[in-house]
């Protein structure tokens, strides 16, 4: 079964400073995508990066980049410049749900402290 | 292009009550998806949809039923509610996954129900 995994429950981050939170997955699939979605205190899902599998370029968006790892099967996401509006659960998820659904790990609580 | 819209946003159901969560989405999108956040866990599926008439269980599809009449429109029926039914309900669509298309397997959520069964 495939499987997604953050071992860090809750992390907290001084503004402005960075924070790294941490994944691991475990799929069959030869070709795949990986994701981070935020969710903030309102609840909505909110795709934050997309990672193609088979691309080796680390995907960015502004101040929110990856560090993906295929072959440890690891896929981490830095934030940069962290912001109070950063404060959210953060999932990890990979593509290749056998039904076509995304697989989710158990999410991140990041808190930006003033 | 208001995306993925879910009704309600919250809702009290009495235990053995029977009631329906709402989902639209105006992206035309064939695969739709519902999955349960229970508190500290991440999101496991339901039921899904790969277009109009086309449904199939998920991880979790007891005490679910759903249907699927058009392309926009996939509802969420809880029957004889429980209060292990007590979660926060996701509406997702996307284009068919990965493989199938060609197309990427980004996700598009609603913003949720809150439903607690009491």
């Known amino acids: 079964a495939q499987t997604v995994t953050q071992s860090q429950p809750e992390m907290s981050v001084q503004e402005a400073e960075t924070v790294t939170l941490s994944c691991t997955y475990d799929?069959?699939?030869?070709?795949?995508?990986l994701f981070w979605y935020k969710q903030p205190p309102s609840r909505q899902m909110i795709l934050v990066i997309r990672q193609e599998a088979y691309k080796q370029q680390n995907a960015t968006e502004n101040r929110f980049s990856v560090n993906f790892q295929k072959a440890a099967k690891s896929f981490s996401l830095k934030i940069s410049d962290s912001q109070l509006g950063d404060t959210a659960m953060y999932f990890c998820?990979?593509?290749?749900?056998?039904?076509?659904?995304?697989?989710f790990g158990k999410g991140t609580k990041l808190s930006v402290k003033p | 292009n208001a995306g993925v819209t879910q009704t309600p946003k919250f809702h009290i159901l009495k235990i053995g009550q029977s009631m329906t969560l709402q989902c639209t989405q105006d992206?035309?999108?064939?695969?739709m998806y519902w999955y349960r956040q229970d508190p500290g866990m991440g999101l496991k599926l339901i039921y899904y949809s790969v277009g109009a008439g086309i449904t199939d269980k998920g991880e979790v599809p007891n005490g679910y039923n759903v249907s699927r009449s058009t392309t926009e429109d996939f509802p969420l029926r809880l029957e004889l509610a429980a209060p292990s039914q007590t979660s926060v309900y996701f509406c997702a669509s996307s284009y068919p996954p990965l493989g199938r298309s060609g197309s990427p397997d980004t996700q598009y959520f609603g913003p949720g129900t809150r439903l607690t069964v009491l």
């Open positions: 998820a990979s593509s290749g749900g056998s039904q076509g659904n995304l697989i």
């Open positions: 799929t069959s699939e030869n070709n795949y995508y």
């Open positions: 992206m035309n999108h064939n695969y």
